[in-house]
């Protein structure tokens, strides 16, 4: 079992910055494809970022695109989504996952329980 737990969302008026992090704990944190999906008020689940197990590939949706990165830090156990020029339709609970694939794009095994961001105008 791997445990994941997001912190570090809450409201920024547009165009701020958040920094979001997704602890786990359980097994080997290197193994692990990690991401990020967020969900918004009566909408489906959606992709927004990823990262492979060594932190060497990330990918992300398109309508994120050189405004959000993403990082790992292995040795902490701890993925990071740096959110930036944040924008209303930014708002969601964002989700943290991992998987065994080569990414969350395709395969998540476990999710953490979300965090909200609240992008005002």
């Known amino acids: 079992q791997v445990q994941l737990v997001e912190s570090g969302g809450g409201l920024v008026q547009a165009g701020g910055s958040l920094r979001l992090s997704c602890a786990a704990s359980g097994r080997t944190f290197s193994n692990y494809a990690m991401g990020w999906f967020r969900q918004a008020p009566g909408k489906e689940r959606e992709f927004v970022g990823s990262?492979?197990?060594?932190?060497?590939?990330?990918y992300f949706a398109d309508f994120v695109k050189d405004r959000f990165t993403i990082s790992r830090d292995n040795a902490k156990n701890t993925m990071y989504l740096q959110m930036n020029s944040l924008k209303p339709e930014d708002t969601a609970v964002y989700y943290c996952?991992?998987?065994?694939?080569?990414?969350?794009?395709?395969?998540?095994?476990?999710w953490g329980r979300g965090t909200q961001v609240t992008v005002s105008s």
């Open positions: 996952a991992a998987g065994l694939g080569f990414s969350v794009r395709y395969r998540r095994d476990y």
């Open positions: 990262i492979s197990s060594s932190g060497g590939s990330t």
